[in-house]
């Protein structure tokens, strides 16, 4: 009975896991067995070939993404949670690293990071282009209109954002179930015309290609790696759905309907090689070609909105763990703590995207930019996961590398294949992925400098408590002051006794906790300490992917204190430090100047810890680091 009763919440689970997870690799039949046979690679479209080619793209998935991530990596979870920045605070929790060690594992974390971000951008402008690329397949009329008409459906896709996308992500599921199923049936009635395209599952097809064509091969696979797009996302996603539904949806649907199409996509170049050009619309009847042209778009929209969510969600991470400053965080969803909009990086993101339609034209010359992301992506997964395995699992040296090395090789050969179309656009990923790593690291040591400045410049906290408890100036209320160090004085609370020369009857030393896993259950929220009649301290503890709110975590030390909560009766007083530039050993002069400019364009902390910002006093100072 048990059983029965969890069977519809796995299907509704898996169906969902559908919509969100598959979305990327599931468009990528749009444009990717036509890049393997571009022109520049100069590979003739025979019986050997084809079949070569296919036979990569098959190995590749079954590798890559179903024995890679479906099978290995998405056991790594952090308390259910995947993707690169979960990884690596998994990663960092070994007691067994060094100081050179954590650094390095830092660098590889935040690179693959900073590379999604580069993906998040080319994601959409590829998938959507190629889409609509279909209507010039139609009829040539339409030609003129395709960069109008990718830029439009782009704009709206990003306008509707700050709204959220609860009211039709209940859609995604089956629309893009409906595009697989798709899939795989366009595949299978060509199949049938050809059915010795099945044979594309031998290795040996693929063995013998890279044998006749070592150098066309090795350049192939930097269009075959536009397969498995999206293969990290898989793991990325497990949080939100869990392991079980995505493996389910991977090969029950997706897997098997992607195949079909690579398969049947192939078997159509075997009789009419001038399909080349576009295969995937040529392989569709002329009668429903219009229909899937839009079901393509939609598709591609779909995959675009599940990357723009993930931008979002591993820059709140970053900015959880102290690698970003804080932008505006706004809940679309009143259930969902995953539906978040960043406006900022909204704008960012379509700026750049339409920068990047307009610059490159054409989803074959995107498709240059694409690959080199994704596969150094997925090399900081494979090193990240290695580690793990060693250091955290304690597997030894022997069975760790048995499981990595063929990995980590098809990863450099990928990485290796992509890195020479550099040139061709994948300097843009790089470009992106660049700015990104150097602005998180400068933020992290900027934020570092900072605090060991301010530890420097102020007082042992027993010390002050007990100097000033009986000396001071008493007020009515409770005041409360955020501070990231439970040793010594918050500047705020200095500068208070120094300017306004009076302390309030209750003060709350407040702390907020960052932790290395992704939630924290609310009845650990909060640690209290009576220091004594007129100081206590609040520790509050969040995951790296929840939004504290600093009044409901008051709300509950003042509960465990057994003091009154009443809002109208409290100020949060917070520090805002104004930096000055000076020439020391902290940073490169340029590098100053970068955190002095985040700094002082971060949202407030009271927006970013939810404080009623009638409830709020600012103190300021300068700073020189």
Request: with cysteine; net charge positive; aromatic share 10%.
């Amino acid at each position: 009975m048990q059983a029965m009763q969890q069977r519809p919440a796995m299907s509704a689970l898996t169906l969902a896991a559908l919509g969100i997870v598959f979305g990327d690799i599931g468009t990528s039949p749009l444009y990717a067995l036509k890049e393997c046979f571009h022109v520049s690679h100069g590979i003739a479209l025979n019986h050997a070939n084809v079949l070569g080619v296919l036979s990569l793209i098959f190995w590749s998935l079954m590798i890559v993404v179903s024995i890679k991530y479906v099978m290995v990596i998405m056991h790594a979870d952090n308390n259910g949670e995947g993707g690169i920045m979960a990884l690596l605070a998994l990663s960092l929790r070994s007691k067994r690293i060094g100081a050179k060690t954590r650094s390095g594992l830092i660098a590889i974390g935040l690179f693959g990071a900073a590379l999604f971000f580069g993906d998040g951008i080319i994601t959409p402008a590829v998938s959507v282009l190629s889409a609509v690329e279909g209507l010039s397949i139609m009829t040539p009329v339409f030609t003129p209109f395709v960069i109008p008409i990718t830029i439009a459906v782009l704009i709206g896709l990003f306008m509707i954002q700050r709204k959220g996308t609860g009211s039709v992500g209940r859609f995604f599921g089956p629309i893009t179930l409906l595009w697989f199923v798709s899939l795989g049936v366009l595949g299978i009635m060509s199949i049938i015309q050809n059915p010795s395209i099945l044979q594309m599952a031998s290795p040996h097809w693929a063995v013998i290609f890279v044998v006749n064509h070592p150098v066309a091969s090795f350049i192939t696979m930097s269009a075959v790696v536009l397969t498995i797009t999206g293969g990290e996302a898989l793991y990325a996603d497990m949080g939100h759905f869990g392991r079980k539904p995505i493996q389910m949806a991977w090969f029950a649907v997706v897997l098997p309907c992607l195949l079909l199409n690579y398969a049947g996509q192939g078997a159509l170049l075997l009789r009419d090689p001038a399909a080349i050009a576009n295969p995937f619309y040529k392989l569709i009847p002329e009668m429903a070609l219009l229909p899937m042209i839009i079901l393509a778009t939609i598709a591609t929209v779909i995959a675009s909105q599940a990357v723009i969510s993930g931008v979002f969600s591993i820059a709140r991470q970053a900015m959880q763990l102290g690698y970003l400053p804080r932008f505006t965080v706004m809940h679309t969803s009143e259930s969902e703590i995953g539906q978040i909009y960043i406006p900022f990086l909204n704008w960012l993101l379509l700026g750049a995207i339409l920068v990047l339609v307009v610059m490159f034209k054409s989803s074959s010359n995107l498709a240059s930019a694409y690959g080199l992301a994704v596969t150094m992506t997925m090399l900081c997964d494979t090193l990240l996961v290695g580690f793990v395995m060693y250091n955290l699992w304690r597997w030894k040296a022997p069975k760790v590398l048995l499981i990595v090395l063929p990995f980590l090789t098809l990863d450099l050969v990928f990485f290796g294949a992509t890195s020479m179309k550099i040139i061709a656009g994948g300097w843009f990923p790089l470009l992106i992925g660049s700015i990104a790593f150097t602005i998180m690291m400068t933020w992290k040591r900027g934020r570092q400098l900072l605090f060991a400045k301010l530890q420097k410049d102020t007082l042992p906290l027993d010390l002050f408590i007990n100097s000033v408890s009986t000396t001071a100036h008493t007020v009515t209320g409770t005041a409360v002051f955020m501070t990231a160090s439970q040793a010594i004085v918050p500047h705020a609370l200095l500068h208070n006794l120094k300017h306004n020369k009076i302390l309030h009857e209750t003060n709350i030393l407040m702390t907020v906790q960052t932790e290395d896993v992704p939630y924290i259950d609310e009845a650990t929220r909060v640690t209290v300490e009576r220091i004594n009649e007129r100081f206590s301290r609040i520790i509050a503890r969040y995951g790296f992917k929840e939004q504290p709110n600093v009044p409901d975590a008051v709300e509950l030390g003042l509960k465990e204190l057994g003091l009154p909560f009443d809002m109208m009766m409290i100020s949060f007083f917070v520090s805002r430090e104004r930096i000055l530039h000076t020439v020391g050993d902290g940073m490169a002069p340029w590098r100053e100047k970068l955190f002095i400019s985040m700094s002082r364009n971060t949202s407030a902390v009271s927006d970013f810890f939810q404080i009623p910002t009638n409830r709020v006093v600012e103190m300021g100072s300068q700073i020189e680091i």
